[in-house]
Every structure is written in structure tokens, then in C-alpha cells.
């Protein structure tokens, strides 16, 4: 019976996690370089936070990350998705960058919460910042990966990173709606971004990143 059990609740999140999943679609040909020369055109970056099912390991919920690139390849306003879980892998989302405010307030709409919540148990978290500036020093080679994001809630200048920083692929300087600063940082692993940040008295929350999505918008 509890055989019979997890095998319908890992049915039913293999039918939630994702609405759109086709099978042959390369999400290998969508890794692109970033265009940071003018970044008005990404001005607003968003991250979620779901609840992932106890019953669902890293790697189902990877599988139906993947079969969402084509969902997200189409979303209006979207340029990048970072796909990340917390680092304690309670909860699965992404960090969004969107052509505008408006652009991601379309995407996370009443219903994308209704639907979390009737989904996961619990809303969907989003959490919203004004991109202020993008420095990409590098980026990985390839789309998945063992990547890891950092956003850093404490306050330093972007002079705490330099361009030969270890393992450093990105910096992006944030302003929340009351214009705290922030910054989110790509790194080569998780390993690396804790050494860094160990030496270091900032205030910081991490996300493995397994997938990247560049729609070339």
C-alpha cells in the first residue's frame, strides 16, 4: 500500500511541476552569452520559492525542470531563468530576469499563487528587485551544472569582488521596493561561494543552480 501510495503522489508532482513538458525539446541550443551592455532592458529580477514535495528527489524534480524550458522559453518578458532549489532542499523555484516590472507581475499573478498553494500546500514565495547593474566576468560553458547563487543581503560595495575572483561568474546589484541594496552573485559551485563568503561578514542566502535558461530575448 504505501508502495501504491508514493507511486501516485511522485504521478501527481510529475504533473504539477511543469505544464508544458515536451520531451525532444534541446535546451541545450538555448545557452547563450548574457547582453549586459545595456541593461535597461533587464530591469526587474525575481526569485521564487516552492515547497517541494518530501516524496520528490533532486533529480525527478531536474528531469521536470527540463521539460519546463519550453514553457519558459515563451514567457513573455523573460530573457534568463537561473532553476534553484534552498540549500536545504525544502524548497525548488528560480531566479527570473524579466524585461519589465510588468512582465513578471503578468507571470506571478494571483493564479500562478492560487496554484502553488492548491499545488504544494502553501503559496509560492516571489521575491522582486530592480536590477541596478550586471557585471558577467565570465559564464559557464555549459547549462547544467552544479552552479550556485548567493543573494547577500548585507551592505558592501560591488568592490568586495573583483574579476579574478575564483570561480566568480556574475555580479548583480539590487535595489528591493524600499531600495535596500543587495547583491546576487553565479559561481563556478558551492564550494567556492562558501569559501569566499566564510571570510567574510555578510549576510547571505545560497541556491544551487542544476539548470540555466537563456532565451536570447
Known amino acids: 500500500m504505501t508502495t501504491l501510495k508514493n507511486w501516485i503522489m511522485l504521478s501527481l508532482f510529475s504533473v504539477n511541476v511543469s505544464t508544458c513538458g515536451a520531451e525532444d525539446f534541446d535546451y541545450t541550443s ?8 545595456d541593461t535597461s532592458t533587464l530591469t526587474t529580477l525575481t526569485i521564487t520559492k516552492v515547497k517541494k514535495p518530501w516524496y520528490a528527489w533532486r533529480g ?17 518578458g523573460l530573457t534568463n531563468k537561473y532553476y534553484t ?5 525544502h524548497y525548488f523555484g528560480g531566479i527570473y530576469f524579466w524585461k519589465s516590472e510588468q512582465d513578471s507581475k503578468n507571470w506571478f499573478n494571483q493564479v500562478w499563487f492560487d ?3 492548491k499545488k504544494y500546500g ?9 536590477i541596478q547593474s550586471i557585471n558577467t566576468i ?34 548583480i546589484e539590487l535595489r528591493d521596493s524600499n531600495q535596500k541594496a543587495y547583491y546576487l552573485t553565479l559561481w563556478e559551485n558551492i564550494k567556492i561561494a562558501s569559501s569566499f563568503f566564510n571570510s567574510k561578514a555578510f549576510d547571505n ?3 544551487e543552480v542544476p539548470l540555466i535558461l537563456n532565451n536570447g530575448k
Open 115 to 117: 496554484r502553488t498553494e
Open 138 to 171: 565570465s559564464l559557464p560553458q555549459k547549462n547544467e551544472g552544479n552552479y550556485c547563487a548567493v543573494l547577500s543581503y548585507s551592505k558592501f560595495s560591488s568592490n568586495d569582488f573583483n574579476e579574478n575572483t575564483k570561480g566568480l561568474f556574475q555580479i
Open 30 to 37: 538555448n545557452f547563450q552569452s548574457f547582453d549586459t551592455s
Open 60 to 76: 525527478l524534480v531536474v528531469g521536470k525542470m527540463k521539460k519546463s524550458f519550453p514553457e519558459y522559453s515563451a514567457a513573455k
Open 85 to 89: 532549489f534552498t540549500i536545504d532542499h
Open 122 to 130: 502553501i503559496q509560492g514565495i516571489v521575491l522582486s528587485f530592480q
Open 205 to 207: 542566502e545560497y541556491y
